[in-house]
């Protein structure tokens, strides 16, 4: 098991930016593909984006697809979030994972770290 811990968070008006950030420590990093995924109160974790273990291919949920970008170093251990043009919809905890594909559906490998609240205000 990989321990995840999720950072950057915080309030932005619509329109703003943040990076999220994630360190991985306990387990592989280097040779997975790793995740963000994020949760609005009321709903199921969603995935949001991922990166291939070497960083060169990337994939995105279609709500997210052209505001933000996901990166990796591998070096450090870490992912990275960076969200620009941030909408109210946006508003949910975010988690990373190692990311594995089951049945056509991204989900996470290892346990939930604690998140990082992300708040857009209108």
């Known amino acids: 098991q990989v321990q995840l811990v999720e950072s950057g968070g915080g309030l932005v008006q619509a329109g703003g930016s943040l990076r999220l950030s994630c360190a991985a420590s306990g387990g592989t990093f280097s040779t997975y593909a790793m995740g963000w995924f994020r949760q609005s109160p009321g709903k199921e974790r969603e995935f949001v984006a991922l990166?291939?273990?070497?960083?060169?291919?990337?994939y995105y949920a279609d709500s997210v697809k052209g505001r933000f970008t996901i990166s990796r170093d591998n070096a450090k251990n870490t992912v990275y979030l960076q969200m620009n043009s941030l909408i109210p919809e946006d508003t949910a905890v975010y988690y990373c994972?190692?990311?594995?594909?089951?049945?056509?559906?991204?989900?996470?490998?290892?346990?939930w770290g604690q998140g990082t609240q992300v708040t857009v205000s209108s």
């Open positions: 994972n190692r990311v594995v594909r089951r049945q056509s559906v991204y989900e996470g490998l290892d346990n």
């Open positions: 990166i291939g273990w070497n960083g060169i291919s990337t």
